[in-house]
């Protein structure tokens, strides 16, 4: 690394000797510029002899989890405001909101909603809320990062006396009891709700981040407990039967760019044409069956010879991604079991997938750099590229998938021109421009009308 100085003129030398296309990213309010500005790597769809790596973010692109941060957003919103039925507040607006609460960081998301619905916030469902998400944070939460940002608010929002009588409850194990927790918490609002000064947006929207996260994670703990099912009825979600499950042509996407289906991957043809009507109805198909089945066995041949690296790229905090990601490889397996393979496959599949960290080259995460430096910022891409091993030359050969505005923006940042965008419902009101394609068809469209930017004689 190598420091110059140099004046306005020398500035704009830089941007005039790399030609091409720029974004203007806002920073938050706490830092120094106002603006950045990255140059973006061209877009490109061109197709290759070989795919050195693939990176995917998580929610929403690789899994349904994006459904559940919007409902602990809403949550948040509603707790803060005391506007907890529907009948209170219609909610948030699929078309105004979503495109500002998908994709980005968690701060940004809420700095968003908090400048539109913070005048509908009440001091007293403020202070309530508050108080609820740090108890259970400090009593239930094992996630340390979480656990320390939940202390820092308590002491800035609370004199040291009350502070320090909230703190106690993080190392007193009978806390954790149902019971006793719900008391602690009846008794200490009563105590601290008045001590407490949450004054000011930034307040407003630290605390409102702290009652987000205590949501989300207490949904993702109960996932993990097994109680996907009750929590679905509880909650009302649209999402399918286990909250958390695969997007459309994972379950055959991730095999196949590792090579593990090998020629047999055309027998999955079935099954990813139906995947891809659930994405896109107005796929249909049929008069190309035989071509399809041909190009996805070769495109199985392909990558048993030459492997793809995979990442996981996303601006969830490892805590979640683990929690996620878990969940996830638990639905593909049972996927993986009904899949009409040979049993030799299935059974290497099976061992492939029997954890995340098994499976995947890399698992970026927010923790893995900082609240600020999220997408759309270059930097989880290139800490992926690094990590798994891929220098510029190879740049060509990967892909990038994302579902979201920020991050087809972050990966051709990043450099990588093959910036796809697989939107779904949620992000459907995105601006998807900085993409090179929009993939309508998701995954399944990617591997059967892309092949999966291959060229056709590999
Ligand atoms: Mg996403």
């Known amino acids: 690394m ?27 309010e706490y830092i120094f510029p106002e603006k ?13 002899d070989h795919i050195e790596a693939v990176l995917m973010d998580m929610d929403g692109t690789t899994t349904t989890t994006e459904e559940l941060c919007i409902h602990s957003l809403e949550y948040a919103v509603r707790q803060i405001s005391g506007l907890e039925k529907p009948r209170d507040w219609a909610g948030l607006d699929r078309n105004e909101d979503y495109p500002h609460i998908i994709g980005n960081s968690t701060t940004k998301h809420v700095e968003y909603l908090i400048s539109k619905y913070g005048s509908k916030a009440k001091p007293d469902s403020l202070k309530k809320s508050f108080l609820f998400a740090a108890l259970w944070t400090l009593v239930y939460s094992r996630d340390m990062n979480r656990i320390n940002e939940v202390k820092a608010n308590i002491k800035k929002f609370l004199p040291q006396k009350s502070a320090d009588l909230l703190l106690s409850f993080e ?29 000011g947006k930034d307040d407003v929207v630290r605390a409102t981040i702290d009652i987000y996260y205590q949501r989300y994670h207490q949904i993702l703990h109960r996932i993990k407990k097994g109680e996907a099912g009750k929590l679905q009825k509880e909650l009302g979600l649209s999402t399918g039967k286990s909250l958390i499950e695969p997007m459309q042509g994972t379950a055959v ?29 107005a796929f249909d198909g049929a008069e190309s069956i035989d071509t399809y ?8 041949k392909h990558f048993e010879d030459h492997p793809s690296k995979v ?50 080259d890399a698992v970026i995460t927010a923790t893995d750099s900082s609240e600020i430096r999220l997408k759309p910022h270059r930097d989880l891409y290139s800490i992926a590229l690094y990590k798994i091993g891929v220098p510029k030359s190879g740049f060509a050969n990967v892909i990038g998938l994302e579902d979201s505005q920020s991050g087809t923006v972050a990966i051709r940042a990043a450099g990588v021109g093959k910036s796809i965008a697989v939107p779904f419902a949620h992000t459907q009101g995105h601006n998807l421009s900085g993409a090179a394609l929009i993939a309508d068809g998701g995954l399944p469209e990617i591997i059967l009308k892309h092949n999966l930017f291959l060229k056709q004689n590999i």
Request: no cysteine; aromatic share 10%; net charge positive.
């Open 2 to 28: 190598s420091i110059e100085f140099t004046e306005t003129n020398g500035a704009l030398e830089l941007i005039r000797n790399n030609d091409g296309e720029y974004v203007i990213i806002s920073n938050p």
């Open 36 to 48: 950045e500005i990255y140059r973006l790597a061209p877009k490109s769809l061109l197709p290759v």
């Open 171 to 199: 190392t007193d194990k009978k806390t954790a009891h149902k019971d006793v927790f719900e008391k602690i918490v009846k008794s200490t609002t009563k105590k601290l709700k008045d001590k407490l000064q949450i004054e």
């Open 253 to 281: 996407f991730l095999p196949l760019i590792k090579g593990y289906f090998g020629a047999e991957a055309g027998k999955l043809l079935e099954y990813l044409m139906e995947e891809y009507r659930h994405k896109d109805p």
């Open 293 to 300: 089945r041909e190009n996805l066995s070769r495109i199985g």
């Open 311 to 360: 990442a996981v790229v996303t601006s969830s905090i490892s805590y979640e991604a683990e929690i996620v990601l878990a969940q996830l490889f638990s639905e593909l397996r049972n996927i993986f079991e009904s899949f009409k393979i040979s049993s030799k496959r299935k059974k290497i599949i099976l061992e492939k997938f029997s954890s995340p960290h098994n499976f995947y």
